[in-house]
Nanobody, 119 residues
């Protein structure tokens, strides 16, 4: 079965950190450009990071790739309550620059992992 699976979400206090993981089943992430997105209730989905031939990252977030583990990570630091959302990873085949990652036609989307930032 071909799918993307996110993990690593949870409840964290303001100022804390989380690292999300994005792993693939049925295909290899190495050949894909990966985007991380989030969506909070009542809000539109927004992009937070992308990794392809270059990287694009939003503020306190860092994206990285471990090809040996075929996993892409999203390190989130100094978390704020407004970072609370469901976080999704998405994969599009090819090695893109990420300059247009918000509008790529992604081949696969994960089911999402919930991140809640609250004291």
């Amino acid at each position: 079965q071909v799918q993307l699976v996110e993990s690593g979400g949870g409840l964290v206090q303001p100022g804390g950190s989380l690292r999300l993981s994005c792993a693939a089943s049925g295909f290899t992430l190495t050949y894909y450009t990966i985007g991380w997105f989030r969506q909070a209730p009542g809000k539109e989905r927004e992009g937070v990071a992308c990794i392809g031939s270059y990287r694009s990252e939003k503020g306190r977030f860092t994206i990285s790739r471990d090809n040996a583990k075929d996993t892409v990570y999203l390190q989130m630091n100094s978390l704020k309550p407004e970072d609370t959302a469901t976080y999704y990873c998405a994969a599009v085949r090819g090695n893109y620059s990420c300059s247009g990652y918000l509008i790529y036609e992604y081949d696969y989307w994960g089911q999402g992992t919930q991140v809640t930032v609250s004291s």
